[in-house]
């Protein structure tokens, strides 16, 4: 592996093979060398805000990552009464059709909207007892606590 491709492909996401500067990040050295811009400077220019309101990494910044990146990072839910926290791709938020809160959605259960209140809300009772997960009950909430 390796060889003279890899060093080509080295060098074109460096933009000509140069290295990042000292002390800077390769997400800045990225926008300055390609079509990559940080998180913090496509959100305004693209109307996207609403995401560096919602960023909630402790770790990192926006500023120092690209808006396509795949890393990981966690979110929290800007509407007042979710407030959910989820780790997503930073590049799975900025799609066209980029995703939101999985608790608004509901791809994740809630205090609110789990199969527990479903069943008591419509009247099928009978359901929790044919549950058969190895003796648990339905989860209500994932939440973690932090």
Same mark, same amino acid.
């Given at each position: 592996?390796?060889?003279?491709?890899?060093?080509?492909?080295?060098?074109?996401?460096r933009?000509?093979?140069?290295?990042?500067?000292?002390? %800077?990040?390769?997400?800045?050295?990225?926008? *300055?060398n390609?079509?990559?811009?940080?998180?913090?400077?496509?959100?305004?220019?693209?109307?996207r805000?609403?995401?560096?309101?919602?960023?909630d990494?402790?770790v990192?910044?926006?500023?120092?990552?690209?808006?396509?990146?795949?890393?990981?990072?966690?979110?929290?839910?800007?509407?007042?009464?979710?407030?959910?926290?989820?780790r997503?791709?930073?590049?799975? %938020?900025?799609?066209?059709?980029?995703?939101?809160?999985?608790?608004?959605?509901?791809?994740?259960?809630?205090?609110?909207?789990n199969?527990?209140?479903?069943?008591?809300?419509?009247?099928?009772? *009978?359901?929790?007892?044919?549950?058969?997960?190895?003796?648990? %009950?339905?989860?209500?909430?994932?939440? %973690?606590?932090?």
């Amino acid at each position: 592996m390796g060889g003279a491709r890899g060093a080509a492909a080295w060098g074109r996401g460096r933009g000509g093979g140069e290295a990042a500067a000292p002390g %800077r990040s390769d997400a800045v050295a990225a926008s *300055e060398n390609g079509p990559s811009e940080t998180l913090e400077d496509w959100c305004p220019a693209h109307g996207r805000e609403y995401l560096l309101e919602e960023w909630d990494e402790p770790v990192r910044g926006a500023h120092e990552v690209t808006r396509a990146s795949a890393e990981k990072v966690w979110w929290k839910c800007g509407k007042e009464e979710c407030g959910h926290r989820w780790r997503a791709q930073v590049g799975s %938020r900025t799609k066209t059709r980029g995703t939101g809160c999985p608790a608004c959605a509901g791809r994740v259960p809630t205090a609110t909207h789990n199969f527990e209140v479903y069943c008591q809300e419509t009247g099928r009772e *009978e359901l929790l007892g044919e549950w058969a997960d190895r003796g648990r %009950r339905p989860r209500t909430s994932r939440r %973690r606590r932090t």
